[in-house]
């Protein structure tokens, strides 16, 4: 396939594009106008509606994984906006111009988010479960719905909902791993909330599996079948470094340190990959430990 993605230097894109490339497709990238990287390049500034549509004619798939990162500062309502806004701004443009084309992509995957069910308990979640509450929850929601104008363009339209990525190159764990190196994890508030994870290599997986397949369409749980509460996430980490994790974070505490985004580490979302499991996607490390185990050595591993 000839594919293009947005967010390519990113966690998930800079290894999607390495996974694709490896897999004989034609990769080309969406670059910001202060991109270093020029490689198989087409310019777009979302944060200014620019994005000449004459430049995306002609691929078979467009994967969207552009955004404002969500740990990369205390959440204020400053950082809020700018997070939703990242978002939603960039996935509408996007749309558009992919559904005004004379020849447009079969599919438009585009990234989403666990937070898009909000703090809903031990409740299992598939993709027909309702959005929930909360600033994720509905950042997220109109997150998805900003792609409407590509599906009712005719294009498959798949929204990603990516929980937890584990990977040592980023994300989470490279933060947590020095603290609980040290002895001193432990989990955050009640330990109770459930956290629906991915391993980085099914991620990629899934997302290529998701391009490949025309039977998969709308929302698509991009998690782990077997997700963990807080605590044993804290235990199994614990586990595989070899550590302690006696110590428990107080919720105002991460209230304090955190602002907004404590909503993020403290909801539980019990998701279920229903739709990826239906089509028959096979996970490469659906167990918390065997999952670690893997994420602390793939720095390198893509």
């Given at each position: 396939m000839r594919v293009l993605i947005s967010g390519s230097t990113g966690l998930i894109g800079s290894s999607l594009v390495r996974a694709l490339e490896d897999g004989g497709h034609d990769v080309h990238r969406l670059l910001r106008p202060q991109s270093r990287s020029a490689a198989n390049g087409i310019m777009w500034d979302p944060a200014s509606g620019n994005l000449d549509p004459r430049h995306i004619e002609g691929f078979d798939?467009?994967?969207?994984?552009?955004?404002?990162?969500?740990?990369?500062?205390?959440?204020?309502?400053?950082?809020?906006a700018r997070i939703r806004d990242s978002r939603i701004g960039s996935t509408t443009l996007l749309a558009e111009a992919l559904a005004s084309l004379d020849s447009p992509p079969a599919v438009f995957a585009c990234a989403s988010a666990a937070g898009y069910y909000g703090d809903r308990g031990d409740a299992l979640l598939d993709e027909d479960a309702p959005p929930g509450q909360g600033f994720m929850a509905e950042s997220t929601k109109e997150w998805e719905d900003a792609t409407g104008p590509a599906a009712s363009g005719g294009i498959r339209v798949v929204n990603l909902r990516i929980g937890v990525v584990l990977t040592a190159a980023g994300g989470m764990l490279p933060r947590v791993m020095p603290i609980f190196k040290l002895g001193f994890g432990g989990k955050l508030g009640s330990g109770n909330q459930y956290m629906s994870w991915v391993s980085r290599s099914d991620a990629i997986g899934a997302t290529v599996w998701a391009l490949e397949h025309d039977d998969l369409s709308g929302p698509v749980n991009v998690s782990s079948p077997s997700p963990v509460t807080n605590s044993e996430f804290t235990r199994a980490l614990a586990r595989t470094l070899g550590r302690?994790?006696?110590?428990?974070?107080?919720?105002?505490?991460?209230?304090?340190?955190?602002?907004?985004?404590?909503?993020?580490?403290?909801?539980?979302?019990?998701?279920?990959?229903?739709?990826?499991?239906?089509?028959?996607?096979?996970?490469?490390?659906?167990?918390?430990?065997?999952?670690?185990?893997?994420?602390l050595t793939d720095a390198s591993a893509f």
């Amino acid at each position: 396939m000839r594919v293009l993605i947005s967010g390519s230097t990113g966690l998930i894109g800079s290894s999607l594009v390495r996974a694709l490339e490896d897999g004989g497709h034609d990769v080309h990238r969406l670059l910001r106008p202060q991109s270093r990287s020029a490689a198989n390049g087409i310019m777009w500034d979302p944060a200014s509606g620019n994005l000449d549509p004459r430049h995306i004619e002609g691929f078979d798939a467009v994967v969207h994984l552009a955004g404002e990162n969500i740990a990369n500062r205390r959440w204020s309502e400053e950082q809020m906006a700018r997070i939703r806004d990242s978002r939603i701004g960039s996935t509408t443009l996007l749309a558009e111009a992919l559904a005004s084309l004379d020849s447009p992509p079969a599919v438009f995957a585009c990234a989403s988010a666990a937070g898009y069910y909000g703090d809903r308990g031990d409740a299992l979640l598939d993709e027909d479960a309702p959005p929930g509450q909360g600033f994720m929850a509905e950042s997220t929601k109109e997150w998805e719905d900003a792609t409407g104008p590509a599906a009712s363009g005719g294009i498959r339209v798949v929204n990603l909902r990516i929980g937890v990525v584990l990977t040592a190159a980023g994300g989470m764990l490279p933060r947590v791993m020095p603290i609980f190196k040290l002895g001193f994890g432990g989990k955050l508030g009640s330990g109770n909330q459930y956290m629906s994870w991915v391993s980085r290599s099914d991620a990629i997986g899934a997302t290529v599996w998701a391009l490949e397949h025309d039977d998969l369409s709308g929302p698509v749980n991009v998690s782990s079948p077997s997700p963990v509460t807080n605590s044993e996430f804290t235990r199994a980490l614990a586990r595989t470094l070899g550590r302690p994790a006696m110590f428990t974070v107080p919720q105002v505490v991460l209230r304090i340190m955190q602002g907004g985004m404590a909503e993020v580490v403290t909801s539980s979302a019990r998701m279920e990959p229903t739709r990826l499991r239906t089509s028959g996607f096979k996970f490469e490390h659906p167990d918390i430990d065997s999952a670690l185990r893997w994420a602390l050595t793939d720095a390198s591993a893509f």
